[in-house]
């Protein structure tokens, strides 16, 4: 696997967030402001909410910036043991009747939890996706300084997952 080309689908993700967040900041801003806006009575509060709304717009601005800014400093160095910039597979075990297993591609990263990129132009991996976890999450808790074929096992909410590493890049 590509580790810098998957690297740069997520920076491209949260910079398409950055810009849809601007978008919103910009349009709260411009509600706040507006003439349209000014308080008819006491109970008239639409300037005050929008004025709310641009500040937390601003502050997730903020927070995709510093994601932005870490993300840019990762390193793609192959890793043996699962750390912050490991792309790693997990063999999951299925416990139905066919017995088969489960594979799932996983990015370690700082920031950026949930992101998900579909691979394309890759040998072996063509059209499967890459999951970004970061340490604070439980699975990300789990697998920090595992290697290809540690057992993981690991409880989310009801549900308990386990398998095994099966590659880290």
Known sequence: MNKKEILAKVIAEVEQLLAQASTAAQQAHNAAI????????QYDTLA?????LAEGQSRRITQLKEQLHILSKQSSDAKVQITIGALF???YDNESTSGSSVNKHFYLLPCAAGTCITLTNQEFLDGQKVYVL???SPL???LIGLSVD???LVAIGANVQSGFVSAVY
């Open 34 to 41: 507006d003439d349209q806006s000014v308080a008819e009575t």
């Open 140 to 142: 990300g808790k789990a």
């Open 48 to 52: 005050i909410e929008a004025a709310y």
């Open 150 to 152: 540690d057992d993981f």
């Open 134 to 136: 970061t340490p604070e």
């Open 89 to 91: 597979t997990l063999e």
